[in-house]
């Protein structure tokens, strides 16, 4: 039984429908709770989307390589781009989580969701690729 799914998406929102069912199909197969796929869904869903919508200055389409890896009782997710240089876990602004919604700044919310979601996040640059790291134990 593969233990590992490698999808390489266009950098469009409408690949999340099937991101999002290849990782619950990986997950069901290898009996990870659905509530952990749920999060590791959510996290890829918010770093996706922030990739296709602020990763590139032009329209043109790019790939964006998603790998998703069960090992015993942790499910390990890479994002590969080509986007411009960001680390999110560093350079996103911090959520204003004490202020009320109608002034809040824009910004920061998604990734420190992602950062309470998952137990590691982590952040390299190889090359002309951002790589994008996270981790859920269940």
Known sequence: ??????????????????????????????????????KVNLAIDELFTNAVSYGHCDDALHEIRLSVHVDGNLVTVEMQDNAQAYDPFSEAPPPALDTDLAHKPQGGLGVHLVKTLMDTVAYRREGD????TLSKSF
């Open 129 to 132: 690729r951002n790589i994008i």
């Open 1 to 38: 039984m593969r233990n590992e799914l490698t999808i390489d998406c266009r950098s469009q929102l409408s690949e999340l429908q099937r991101i999002a069912s290849a990782v619950e199909e990986i997950c069901e197969r290898h009996a990870v709770p659905s509530d952990i796929s749920f």
